[in-house]
């Protein structure tokens, strides 16, 4: 399968985007991990992705249109992968399209995550991850790790992503808002966008995507076609 995840920062897109790629076997891709590894490396590309990220703005379109290029070239892809965090703006859209036509290789399905605003600054003023997997995330409130700043996995250290701040939170909601919501216009115009409520635990969450895209039991609370 290849599935877009879409959703504004703290709708708990990652969570979601590792168990659904899990489960369903297939690659998942984050374009907001793709960078923080490249800035951990200290290459160019993450050198000129950081201050954007810091800033709560997105990535020039050219750097990330060329990340996800070469990542959607390597071969892990052909069984299916999961988009998480692109594409964030039309022209990425725009050029996912030309990729996926070049290709033949259609999309099954776009998910939407909604959450109100307002709950969106007290989710993410808690995420914590961990320095040694990123795909391990807890939450202070939610999902608290069994000895404070410690992965209950692997016993990394936990730490706060610096744009986790309120100020830079508010500014991706406004980027979320301005340069996100059109994609889910185009994507809702090909027929392919269910949005799904964010709010609930994580396997609510997880259950509504996958009844969303064909797995799983019927239950309709939470989902709605558009
Ligand atoms: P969130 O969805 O919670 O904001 P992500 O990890 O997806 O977290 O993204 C973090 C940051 O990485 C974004 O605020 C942006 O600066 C950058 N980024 C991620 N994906 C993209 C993208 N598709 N285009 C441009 N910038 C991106």
């Known amino acids: 399968m290849r599935i877009l995840l879409i959703g504004p920062p703290g709708a ?21 991990d793709l ?6 490396q200290g290459t160019e590309l993450g050198q000129s992705a950081r201050p954007h990220m810091r800033a709560g703005l997105l990535v020039p379109d050219e750097v990330t249109i ?9 071969p892990d892809t052909e069984r299916g992968f999961l988009l998480d965090g692109f594409p964030r703006n ?14 033949q290789l259609p999309l099954d399905a776009v998910l939407v995550l909604e959450i109100p605003e307002a709950r969106v600054v007290r989710r993410i ?21 069994e000895v404070a700043g410690a992965c209950d996995v692997c016993g990394g250290e936990l730490y706060q992503r ?5 100020a830079t939170v508010r500014k991706r909601l406004e980027v979320y808002r301005s340069e996100t919501a059109p994609v889910v216009e185009h994507y809702q115009a090909q027929g392919l966008v269910t949005a799904i409520s ?13 009844v969303a895209i064909g797995h799983g039991q019927v239950d309709t609370s939470g989902t709605s076609s558009c």
């Open 12 to 32: 708990g897109k990652g969570t979601q985007a590792v168990r659904l790629a899990s489960y369903l076997s297939i690659e998942h891709i984050s374009t907001g």
């Open 35 to 40: 960078f923080r590894e490249h800035i951990d």
């Open 66 to 74: 060329g990340v996800i290029e070469e990542r959607l070239a390597r």
């Open 90 to 103: 039309l022209a990425q859209a725009e050029a996912l399209d030309g990729i996926l036509a070049d290709s």
């Open 125 to 145: 003023a808690g995420r914590r991850l961990c320095r040694r997997d990123r795909e391990h995330v807890f939450h202070v409130d939610h999902s608290p790790p």
């Open 162 to 166: 610096d744009d986790d701040r309120e």
């Open 198 to 210: 964010a709010l609930g635990h994580v396997q609510e969450v997880l259950d509504r995507a996958l």
